[in-house]
């Protein structure tokens, strides 16, 4: 981000950004898209051999590693992305679109729904920047909204918005600034994947393969030591319940954890619904530090899901949740938290869901039945748990770094294209 020291501070007319290479001057001009933007339209039959990608959120993804090892296939054919073309899923519930670019470095297969174009008189990742990141363009997105559940962004309203652009230059000059910056976000997330990815596999020797008595890993102060109990999870539990059915509101005094809050074992509370209790009532449903949580209907891929409750305040779970108090000096809350987010373990627990159209399903009584738990002495728990605990800590502070970034760019986007107040004035 050499170029970052030509920035200067713009306090000139509206309809310039705030901060802009020194080199450029003048206002930018508002432009239709519908000369820059060229549609391709080219079909293949659905047993084409190019590879078939889904556009989605987080780039285009092979279909059959986004629907996990399988293609949906598409009745008829399928639309082809040329190298470096943009493609765009035009439907959204939320009204935020993203769009891709093809750089796989030859041909795929899309769904045929989806649009393919190419930038022509306007710079190819200046665009990229503007569609997905600027102001201006979330708001004319938005604004696409007609009624019904669904916003809808068809290519021809796509060419019809009307962007302020600078000259190709000043384009070709801040896409390379932001790009750099996606370059380094791209490289820090990459480096996140690899501690997950090392993380799972170290899971997988910590903990007995099936019918194993000893984990193929051990901690060296234990590897003398007994051999791993073995019994039935209800076993462990003191106390089992669903969580509240009561009607969730914004005002309420008590915030209910739901599914979402579930995320690698943990809870993020960051999106919160409450809930209006009775102190009686609060009182049978709430949480204790140490509470086990599993997520019991859900489709195939989400039920099954565990999280340990460890959070300051009161709170509830929703009712599709159930929770399990585990006795006391038996086996430590967090280290059953990591052995049964095990890919293992969590392959057994979706092994005890019943199947229905588009739900699955755990029944808590068979989940405390039928699954069985390995465990050794409270001390090597302690020792697997902390050793976990540290894998963690270098994952969250990963994380942590990739979010400044993303906030570092979102900062620099709002002050190098003009804020959509100054575009209206």
């Not at 076993?235 to 914004?250: K, N």
């Not at 059953?336 to 199947?355: E, H, V, W």
């Not at 755990?362 to 039945?369: D, G, H, K, S």
């Amino acid at each position: 981000m050499s170029s970052k020291k030509n920035l200067l501070k713009q306090k000139g007319p509206v309809h310039v950004p705030r901060l802009r290479f020194r080199e450029f001057s003048g206002r930018w001009k508002p432009t239709s898209l519908e000369g820059l933007l060229e549609v391709y339209i080219e079909r293949v039959p659905s047993e084409t051999s190019l590879r078939v990608y889904s556009s989605s959120r987080t780039g285009l993804r092979p279909q059959d590693q986004y629907y996990d090892g399988s293609e949906l296939l598409n009745e008829g054919e399928y639309r082809v992305v040329p190298c470096d073309c943009f493609v765009y899923r035009h439907m959204s519930d939320d009204g935020v679109f993203k769009f891709n670019v093809n750089r796989t470095g030859a041909p795929i297969a899309v769904s045929k729904e989806y649009p393919v174009f190419r930038a022509q008189g306007v710079y190819p990742e200046f665009l990229f920047q503007i569609l997905n990141e600027s102001q201006e363009f979330a708001r004319y997105a938005m604004a696409q909204k007609k009624g019904g559940t669904r916003t809808r962004l068809y290519f021809s309203t796509l060419c019809a918005w009307k962007p302020r652009l600078p000259s190709i230059q000043e384009q070709q000059k801040i896409a390379e600034c932001l790009s750099s910056i996606d370059e380094l976000i791209a490289a820090e997330t990459r480096k996140l994947t690899a501690l997950k990815t090392y993380k799972k596999g170290l899971m997988q020797q910590l903990f007995p393969a099936e019918g194993k008595a000893v984990p193929q890993l051990r901690i060296p102060a234990f590897r003398k030591a007994k051999d791993w109990k073995v019994c039935a999870f209800r076993e462990l539990v003191s106390r089992s319940f669903y969580g509240t059915s009561s009607r969730t509101s914004d005002s309420g005094a008590y915030p209910v954890l739901r599914m979402g809050n579930m995320i690698d074992g943990s809870l993020d509370i960051g999106d919160l619904t409450f809930i209006d209790l009775t102190e009686g009532e609060f009182s049978k449903f709430e949480l204790m530090s140490g509470d086990i949580l599993l997520n019991r209907t859900n489709s195939i891929d989400l039920v099954g899901k565990i999280s340990l409750f460890e959070l300051n305040g009161k709170y509830v779970a929703a009712s599709y949740l159930v929770i399990f108090r585990l006795k006391r000096g038996v086996i430590a809350p967090e280290f059953l938290n990591y052995l049964l987010n095990s890919d293992s373990y969590q392959k057994r627990i979706r092994g005890l869901a019943t199947r229905a159209i588009s739900q699955a399903n755990i029944n808590p009584t068979a989940f405390q039945e039928k699954l069985t738990v390995s465990f050794p002495s409270l001390p090597e728990q302690k020792s697997v748990s902390f050793f976990l605990s540290s894998i963690d800590n270098l994952i969250r502070a990963q994380a942590q770094d990739i979010d400044a970034l993303r906030i570092h760019k979102q900062g620099l986007i709002q002050q190098l294209f003009p804020v959509v107040e100054e575009v209206k004035s």
